[in-house]
T-cell receptor, first 113, second 114 residues
């Protein structure tokens, strides 16, 4: 059974640019969540999508957005990148969310220079 | 508000030692879920266990065991006879019953030397 796939694995962007990250969940999983991991703040919840609808959103500025497609694949976008956006972005896949087991991808390491 | 505290930032042990990772949580909900994840250097968070708030039975899986105590709001994780491959960052996490966000602790870095 294929796991959660995140692409790309590594990205280097310049301040002010925008970036799109992709996540393909485990087959049959309809919930996709995104997390940001930094040394200072740890793991923080960005948002969660279920059946193409955003169900929950963390405390991040509007520059962070996402969407989910009918095949449950999800993308997150960060516009007007700042140095502080440098982080490991992790995607989690679960059947329905809401306390069910969440399985994570290997993440996308974003560096903003 | 929900909160997870992992007071131990780093732990170093020698192979074959037993080690316990502490996790204390705060929530006003009566129904919630607790998780442990392992993050090796590759970065991927590996799911270890999920426990709901109504199930206080301790669990053992091989060298791993978990002690859930609602009275002290703790969900501690013990590795018996640790191995070098156990070296990783371990995260405890909490979610509400119908919540869709995992609230993570800051993590405990475990280093096991041979």
């Amino acid at each position: 059974k294929a796991g959660v796939t995140q692409t790309p694995r590594y990205l280097i962007k310049t301040r002010g640019q925008q970036v799109t990250l992709s996540c393909s969940p485990i087959s049959g999983h309809r919930s996709v969540s995104w997390y940001q991991q930094t040394p200072g703040q740890g793991l923080q919840f960005l948002f969660e999508y279920f059946s193409e609808t955003q169900r929950n959103k963390g405390n991040f500025p509007g520059r962070f957005s996402g969407r989910q497609f009918s095949n449950s694949r999800s993308e997150m976008n960060v516009s007007t990148l700042e140095l502080g956006d440098s982080a490991l972005y992790l995607c989690a896949s679960s059947r329905t969310g809401g306390g069910t087991e969440a399985f994570f991808g290997q993440g996308t390491r974003l560096t903003v220079v | 508000a929900q909160k997870v505290t992992q007071a131990q930032t780093e732990i170093s042990v020698v192979e074959k030692e037993d080690v316990t990772l502490d996790c204390v949580y705060e929530t006003r909900d009566t129904t919630y879920y607790l998780f442990w994840y392992k993050q090796p250097p590759s970065g991927e968070l590996v799911f270890l266990i999920r426990r709901n708030s109504f199930d206080e039975q301790n669990e053992i899986s091989g060298r791993y065991s978990w002690n859930f105590q609602k009275s002290t709001s703790s969900f501690n994780f013990t590795i018996t006879a640790s191995q070098v491959v156990d070296s990783a960052v371990y995260f405890c996490a909490l979610s509400e019953a119908w919540g869709t966000a995992l609230i993570f602790g800051k993590g405990t870095t475990l280093s096991v030397s041979s």
